[in-house]
């Protein structure tokens, strides 16, 4: 049970939209055609500004470029939103930002010193449909962005961040580790208010709509790698191992994790004491997330001539590499005593594929198919144990002394349903208790297991709590700080695209086209929902219909 702000779909860009110009109409000579497709669309044009250390190059050109992300006011990205991938973006590239900039003609990658420039270019976003959205933006220093795929698509340490961004509060909040910029609205097309109050806006038939000079400033560094991980179980020896998810047990889709629909945890006691707090925390499923990736995989994953490049052998600012667990400023919704804390951990439905044809990889988010996002939130411990999760134990700021080996989260039964077609829509959290037995054996009768009225005020006016069971099928795992970063199991670099023939004996590279594949990362590292332990409780308790198909 938590705050819509804080949930996410970490996958944040799956495809890369067309960028077109959409000024003018455009003649079709072919009848057959329907000229209305070609009407004038909306542009978000101005200047992109970036002020940082100067850029890296190498064979004559600029590294890199700046990613200037369109997305929907109504559903941002991570971590304050659900948005798996921008309605729009456009790249402005090194060579054209640093126009004047001397350039290294060496093979390797070349990065002066930190001397600080500030350069700016013009960039247009096109085409856009009518609607309010907001503008993220970040510099790819080391020219590694591949928005198709997990492993490359977000920010990574040395990076700069930004966007078109309220600049006043960014100020204000100067030094808050948990800071998210707020992002400035921008119009696109004539506002109006349908039959549902709901403001719509259209881009005029004729003319076209252009939301010109937006200012897009790239300037905050990045100094945290992506929170790279992998999930504890996703490698366990397997014999027969069928679920509703994958019925004939094939040992490559057996998850990681499982939580049947009806999981019931205790109550909270009300005597806290070190085996009443242990004993509440073992009524949890839970996942353990260990930071990089598995000692006999470290050679493929950083080796900079391969693929993946990942920053696990000497992130800063330790050098010594691990994941940063610090405070998000408050406590959960459920307790007053435990701190919330980065980073979140979640999990995502995937489209339900039980035979393995229509999503291979398990890559494919169920929202992609015109169905809900579904989304289950974790509680992330410190130190593994929710007696040292206070505000008291936890680090308040990303250091050194923040550095983990790995991290415990407790999987909370309870899932949050958005309509992926209407994200402004309230949400249904359902969940299928709401009564227990106290983790404190002392205690008699049944308890609430959590306070619904802080719940209630922890989500969206409007947000509907309904018991039920929760929705069947397997989920991939993220990781996020509050920059955005993130880092999601299951991922390209752990399995082999249809295309590139089936993995190898050893599934460490493709048969037809060799590349190395990272196991850790592959399509065993889910949690699965599976049916509920006691026979028909779902048929008395069913899934919600809100978590089963979107909203009219």
Same mark, same amino acid.
């Given at each position: 049970?938590?705050?819509?702000?804080?949930?996410?779909?970490?996958?944040?860009?799956?495809?890369?939209?067309?960028?077109?110009? =959409?000024?003018?109409?455009?003649?079709?000579?072919?009848?057959?055609?329907?000229?209305?497709?070609?009407?004038?669309?909306?542009?978000?044009?101005?200047?992109?500004?970036?002020?940082?250390?100067?850029?890296?190059?190498?064979?004559?050109?600029?590294?890199?470029?700046?990613?200037?992300?369109?997305?929907?006011?109504?559903?941002?990205?991570?971590?304050?939103?659900?948005?798996?991938?921008?309605?729009?973006?456009?790249?402005?590239?090194?060579?054209?930002?640093?126009?004047?900039?001397?350039?290294?003609?060496?093979?390797?990658?070349?990065?002066?010193?930190?001397?600080?420039?500030?350069?700016?270019?013009?960039?247009?976003?096109?085409?856009?449909?009518?609607?309010?959205?907001?503008?993220? =933006?970040?510099?790819?220093?080391?020219?590694?962005?591949?928005?198709?795929?997990?492993?490359?698509?977000?920010?990574?340490?040395?990076?700069?961040?930004?966007?078109?961004?309220?600049?006043?509060?960014?100020?204000?909040?100067?030094?808050?580790?948990?800071?998210?910029?707020?992002?400035?609205?921008?119009?696109?097309?004539?506002?109006?208010?349908?039959?549902?109050?709901?403001?719509?806006?259209?881009?005029?038939?004729?003319?076209?709509?252009?939301?010109?000079?937006?200012?897009?400033?790239?300037?905050?560094?990045?100094?945290?790698?992506?929170?790279?991980?992998?999930?504890?179980?996703?490698?366990?020896?397997?014999?027969?191992?069928?679920?509703a998810a994958n019925p004939k047990g094939t040992v490559d889709y057996v998850p990681a994790i499982t939580m049947?629909?009806?999981?019931?945890?205790?109550?909270?006691?009300?005597?806290?004491?070190?085996?009443?707090?242990?004993?509440?925390?073992?009524?949890?499923?839970?996942?353990?997330?260990?930071?990089?990736?598995?000692?006999?995989?470290?050679?493929?994953?950083?080796?900079?001539?391969?693929?993946?490049?990942?920053?696990?052998?000497?992130?800063?600012?330790?050098?010594?590499?691990?994941?940063?667990?610090?405070?998000?400023?408050?406590?959960?919704?459920?307790?007053?005593?435990?701190?919330?804390?980065?980073?979140?951990?979640?999990?995502?439905?995937?489209?339900?594929?039980?035979?393995?044809?229509?999503?291979?990889?398990?890559?494919?988010?169920?929202?992609?198919?015109?169905?809900?996002?579904?989304?289950?939130?974790?509680?992330?411990?410190?130190?593994?144990?929710?007696?040292?999760?206070?505000?008291?134990?936890?680090?308040?700021?990303?250091?050194?002394?923040?550095?983990?080996?790995?991290?415990?989260?407790?999987?909370?039964?309870?899932?949050?349903?958005?309509?992926?077609?209407?994200?402004?829509?309230?949400?249904?959290?359902?969940?299928?208790?709401?009564?227990?037995?106290?983790?404190?054996?002392?205690?008699?009768?049944?308890?609430?297991?959590?306070?619904?009225?802080?719940?209630?005020?922890?989500?969206?006016?409007?947000?509907?709590?309904?018991?039920?069971?929760?929705?069947?099928?397997?989920?991939?795992?993220?990781?996020?700080?509050?920059?955005?970063?993130?880092?999601?199991?299951?991922?390209?670099?752990?399995?082999?695209?249809?295309?590139?023939?089936?993995?190898?004996?050893?599934?460490?590279?493709?048969?037809?086209?060799?590349?190395?594949?990272?196991?850790?990362?592959?399509?065993?590292?889910?949690?699965?929902?599976?049916?509920?332990?006691?026979?028909?409780?779902?048929?008395?308790?069913?899934?919600?219909?809100?978590?089963?198909?979107?909203?009219?």
């Open positions: 049970m938590t705050a819509v702000r804080t949930l996410f779909l970490p996958t944040l860009l799956l495809l890369a939209p067309q960028i077109l110009p =959409a000024c003018d109409p455009v003649a079709v000579d072919d009848a057959r055609n329907d000229k209305r497709l070609f009407l004038p669309r909306g542009v978000i044009r101005g200047t992109v500004t970036y002020t940082g250390p100067r850029p890296c190059s190498r064979n004559g050109h600029i590294a890199g470029g700046a990613a200037i992300l369109v997305f929907d006011r109504r559903n941002p990205p991570p971590p304050v939103g659900f948005a798996q991938q921008p309605v729009n973006f456009v790249t402005v590239p090194g060579d054209v930002l640093f126009a004047n900039e001397p350039r290294s003609t060496g093979d390797s990658l070349f990065c002066p010193g930190d001397d600080v420039v500030s350069v700016s270019a013009p960039f247009t976003v096109s085409p856009l449909e009518g609607g309010a959205y907001v503008v993220l =933006a970040f510099y790819d220093r080391a020219g590694r962005f591949l928005p198709g795929f997990k492993f490359r698509n977000l920010p990574e340490a040395g990076d700069l961040g930004g966007g078109f961004i309220d600049l006043l509060d960014a100020q204000k909040n100067a030094g808050n580790p948990s800071y998210t910029p707020a992002y400035l609205p921008i119009t696109v097309g004539v506002p109006s208010e349908d039959v549902d109050g709901r403001t719509t806006y259209t881009v005029p038939p004729q003319t076209g709509w252009v939301a010109d000079d937006i200012p897009v400033t790239i300037g905050q560094a990045i100094r945290t790698t992506r929170p790279y991980f992998h999930v504890e179980g996703w490698d366990r020896a397997v014999e027969s191992a069928s679920t049947t629909q009806d999981h019931k945890i205790l109550a909270p006691p009300r005597n806290a004491t070190p085996d009443t707090i242990l004993a509440y925390q073992k009524g949890f499923r839970a996942a353990k997330v260990v930071w990089g990736v598995p000692a006999a995989e470290v050679g493929e994953a950083t080796d900079p001539r391969k693929p993946y490049g990942l920053q696990i052998s000497a992130p800063p600012p330790s050098g010594s590499g691990g994941l940063f667990v610090w405070s998000r400023g408050g406590p959960i919704p459920e307790s007053a005593a435990t701190a919330a804390v980065w980073p979140l951990v979640a999990f995502s439905k995937l489209v339900d594929d039980p035979s393995h044809v229509l999503d291979p990889q398990s890559l494919v988010p169920q929202s992609s198919r015109d169905l809900p996002m579904v989304v289950i939130q974790a509680i992330t411990l410190n130190n593994d144990l929710l007696a040292q999760t206070s505000a008291s134990a936890v680090a308040a700021a990303p250091t050194a002394n923040a550095l983990r080996a790995g991290v415990t989260a407790l999987i909370r039964p309870a899932a949050l349903c958005v309509s992926s077609r209407r994200p402004d829509l309230p949400p249904t959290l359902v969940t299928p208790h709401t009564d227990g037995r106290s983790a404190d054996p002392s205690e008699a009768g049944d308890k609430k297991l959590f306070d619904l009225a802080a719940v209630q005020k922890a989500l969206p006016a409007g947000a509907v709590v309904k018991r039920g069971c929760l929705p069947l099928g397997r989920y991939a795992i993220s990781l996020v700080y509050p920059s955005g970063q993130a880092w999601t199991v299951p991922n390209e670099a752990g399995s082999c695209a249809p295309a590139e023939g089936a993995p190898t004996g050893d599934r460490t590279s493709c048969s037809v086209k060799s590349r190395p594949v990272l196991p850790s990362q592959g399509n065993r590292a889910v949690l699965e929902i599976v049916p509920p332990q006691t026979p028909g409780f779902c048929d008395d308790h069913p899934v919600p219909p809100e978590c089963l198909r979107n909203s009219p």
